[in-house]
């Protein structure tokens, strides 16, 4: 939610509220241009609450710092929620019963997600307004605690689909005599004895890295790891 992403949004109430002041409504309506960016799912509260405290004459300044306050916050509860939580969740189940001839798995994927997230927002806007300016400072303070949980149980999630959905097998082998008798050994079968998915484990750091450190966008990531794939595969480091 950008600036005017966030003034569309609580444009029409904003008309309502001011309906007899039209100089009030033109400044409170800039005011709200200015950038604010956090997850469309939790979002619905702080506009409710912003609404909230207009509706009541609220000083202007207090609704500004009320209002970003918890724009981090819930940015965080909402990317762990919705990114990190349910999307990979239902991702690796529906995907899994698409892969075993389920054609359904993806409409109910797109369903299930929607269902949720729609949820999520217009409870979080019944109790952005019905909570209002009461409760706020004290929801302030436990929304860093919230989002740690959040965060850790979306990091959870998205390591154990590395080691389900990533797929990286070195075709390396020796051959070595022991007792007369000439055995093949696997280098992917020795590396899982030392660490068991060690291989996902770094590939799924490096994307990471790429992201966060690199600024990678997706599309490069994606070409990467398709070359990088197809070169390995052909020299004969991967099968």
């Known amino acids: 939610m950008q600036g005017t992403g966030m003034l569309n949004s609580i444009f029409p109430q904003?008309?309502?509220?001011?309906?007899?002041?039209?100089?009030?409504?033109?400044?409170?309506?800039?005011?709200?241009?200015?950038?604010?960016?956090?997850?469309?799912q939790p979002y619905p509260f702080v506009s409710s609450i912003s609404l909230a405290m207009y509706d009541s004459g609220q000083n202007e300044e207090d609704t500004r710092a009320i209002k970003f306050a918890l724009m981090g916050p819930l940015a965080g509860i909402g990317d762990a929620l919705s990114q990190f939580g349910l999307a990979p969740?239902?991702?690796?189940?529906?995907?899994?019963?698409?892969?075993?001839?389920?054609?359904?798995?993806?409409?109910?994927?797109?369903?299930?997600?929607?269902?949720i997230t729609f949820g999520v927002r217009s409870l979080m806007g019944y109790l952005g307004w019905k909570v209002g300016t009461s409760i706020i400072d004290t929801l302030s303070d436990r929304m860093?605690?919230?989002?740690?949980?959040?965060?850790?149980?979306?990091?959870t999630v998205i390591a154990g689909l590395s080691v389900s959905f990533?797929?990286?097998?070195?075709?390396?082998?020796?051959t070595q005599v022991i007792k007369g008798k000439t055995q093949v050994v696997a280098v992917q079968t020795i590396l899982d004895k030392i660490m068991p998915f060690m291989l996902p484990i770094l590939l799924t750091y490096f994307v990471y890295?790429?992201?966060?450190?690199?600024?990678?966008?997706?599309?490069?990531?994606v070409i990467l790891l398709f070359v990088a794939g197809v070169a390995l595969s052909f020299l004969g480091v991967l099968k």
């Open 166 to 174: 990533v797929k990286v097998n070195l075709a390396w082998q020796y």
């Open 14 to 40: 904003l008309r309502k509220i001011y309906k007899d002041d039209e100089k009030e409504f033109k400044r409170v309506a800039i005011s709200n241009l200015e950038f604010y960016n956090t997850n469309p």
């Open 144 to 155: 860093a605690s919230i989002a740690e949980i959040a965060s850790t149980l979306g990091l």
């Open 89 to 115: 969740v239902f991702s690796s189940i529906f995907a899994s019963l698409a892969l075993q001839g389920m054609t359904w798995a993806p409409i109910a994927f797109f369903l299930c997600l929607f269902g």
């Open 209 to 221: 890295w790429l992201i966060t450190k690199k600024k990678w966008t997706v599309y490069k990531i």
